[in-house]
């Protein structure tokens, strides 16, 4: 359950994402933080969790590029980080926050679990 103030470090990190922040990306992360990449066999994505702020931070800023678009959004209900492509949804990252620290990352580049989000569009 989010609690008031991880909201705040949900729009820090996305404010350090969009940036192309790796430090500020990096030191919103736990020590202990992981990652994990789902593409589904379709769209690349780290096959294995990631470990680490360092890692799990290339890891996001890998993501990134100059043309995407990046929006603080509810995911499954909690603030998460929707990353578009001329419109188009590519990339969903929910978070984990546990004292004012991201715990965990969930990156979901899979198409056909993004099947809901591009719905809309």
Known sequence: MFERGDHAVVHRFATAYRAGSTGGIRSLLAAEVVAVSDGGGQVAAELQPVHGPTQV???LTDLLRPELALTVEAVNGQPGV??????RVVAVVSLRVTSAKVTAVWIVLNPDKLRHWRSGE
């Open 82 to 87: 929707v990353l578009r492509d001329t419109g």
């Open 57 to 59: 931070a290339r890891c």
